[in-house]
């Protein structure tokens, strides 16, 4: 028998056509750059027997059901080109959230602009919701320099309404940017899932129908990560040589620190960010029925936290904040060159549970956040620039 190690895996992923079926992904293709991997190959469910007889002891149980269990991480980066979905993306659309992909920049001078809204040039989409969740830049004219998310869009009238009030209003003078973008924002219907190869040192685990959820985590002087756990249907285990992965597909990531990260806002205040994580927090049900095995995602609940240096009252009052139950955005900024860009934007985060903490020797301003929704489906987006 020869020796398997355990440092040998190979972790493969591949949106399913129809729920259920295996997509057959390949190492060429659907390869999987992943680190703090944790695999339980079997979660059982047992039924007791309990037949009647005279000694005693144990008897045999019944398998009732059986599924699988996936958790990893992998380092936030782009795909290298703006407009192209990165490497994550069927990982994120397996927990629930939808991918839209801007291909080319819309750029052009606005017709109108009002508090929390600018009116697109002729040329922009004439289909609705074209650019939810997308960011848009003020380029010059009245307002320049602002950027701000977009959280509905009428393709008739052109008008994107944003999630954040401008702070100068754009007008027919302003030129704007729509540049080459994914976004990503949560569903509530239309669930995708993903088939998953996990292939340890030679025997291959194959887990079907897989959904999951996802956290972020952005702390400065580390890489920024994406923390997977997926659930799946048992398939089978087979004695199966290791694919060879080709992770072309995933860029190196830049570390979280004042270079590569920028943009950084809570509540309107430009703060000093020491770290933040956003977990998706996916209510998974694992069913077995007559005539269904699936998992389903039957809710979610996004919450996290956030660590920035404490600011004087005068600068910004967060204990007013939480105490008046205040929402407001939360905005990020990773990355420098187009293609390998990640935004975070939270439109309505309720503050709670503040306290001071020692950074350094440095005062810092630790909260746990609530994502709520806005509109709906908007409690959190991210675009890969």
């Given amino acids: 028998m020869a020796t398997r190690y ?118 922009a989409s004439a ?30 009238t052109k008008v994107a309404t944003v999630s954040e009030a401008w702070t100068v209003v754009p007008d027919v003078t302003t030129t704007y940017s729509i540049d080459a973008q994914v976004a990503y924002l949560p569903v509530s219907t239309g669930f995708e899932a993903v088939t998953k190869y996990f292939n340890l040192d030679g025997k291959r685990h194959i887990m079907l129908g897989c959904r999951g959820s996802v956290s972020l985590r952005l702390q400065a002087r580390a890489v920024p990560m994406f923390a997977y756990s997926f659930e799946g249907l048992f398939g089978t285990i087979s004695d199966t040589a290791l694919p060879t992965d080709v992770f072309t597909a995933w860029k190196k990531p830049l570390h979280v620190n004042n270079a590569n990260t920028s943009g950084f806002t809570l509540h309107g205040f430009a703060g000093r ?30 919450a996290g936290s956030v660590a920035i240096e404490d600011p004087i009252l005068a600068d910004k009052n967060y204990f007013t904040q939480v105490t008046a139950i205040n929402l407001g955005a939360m905005n990020v900024l990773h990355g420098t060159a187009a293609g390998n860009q990640f935004h975070v934007h939270t439109p309505a985060v309720q503050l709670t549970n503040p306290r001071y903490e020692n950074r350094d020797g440095v005062v810092a301003l630790t909260m746990a956040t609530r994502l709520v929704p806005n509109l709906g489906n908007d409690e959190i987006a991210f675009q890969a620039l």
């Avoid at 144990?58 to 269990?69: F, G, I, M, P, S």
């Avoid at 650019?131 to 869009?153: C, D, H, L, W």
């Avoid at 770290?275 to 979610?300: I, P």
């Fill in 127 to 156: 289909s609705d919701e074209a650019y939810r969740g997308m960011r848009i830049k003020t380029t010059g004219g009245t307002g320049n320099g602002q950027s701000r998310v977009i959280s509905t869009y009428t393709g008739a």
């Fill in 273 to 302: 960010l020491y770290g933040l994580e956003a977990n998706l927090a996916n209510q998974l049900v694992y069913r077995n029925l007559v005539g269904m095995e699936d998992v389903q995602l039957v809710d979610r609940a996004p």
């Fill in 6 to 123: 355990f440092r040998k895996k190979s972790i493969l992923a591949k949106i399913e056509g129809t729920y259920g079926v295996d997509a057959v992904p390949t190492g060429a293709a659907n390869a999987i750059n992943t680190r703090d991997v944790e695999f339980t190959p079997m979660e059982l469910e047992y039924a007791d027997r309990d037949i009647a007889r005279v000694y005693m002891g144990h008897q045999e149980q019944l398998v009732v059901t059986a599924r699988a269990r996936l958790n990893y991480n992998v380092e936030i980066a782009g795909s290298g080109t703006a407009g192209v979905a990165p490497a994550w993306g069927p990982l994120a659309r397996a927990c629930g959230i939808g991918e839209l992909i801007l291909a080319a920049a819309h750029a052009g001078t606005a017709q109108a602009g009002a508090a929390s809204t600018i009116t697109l040039a002729a040329g």
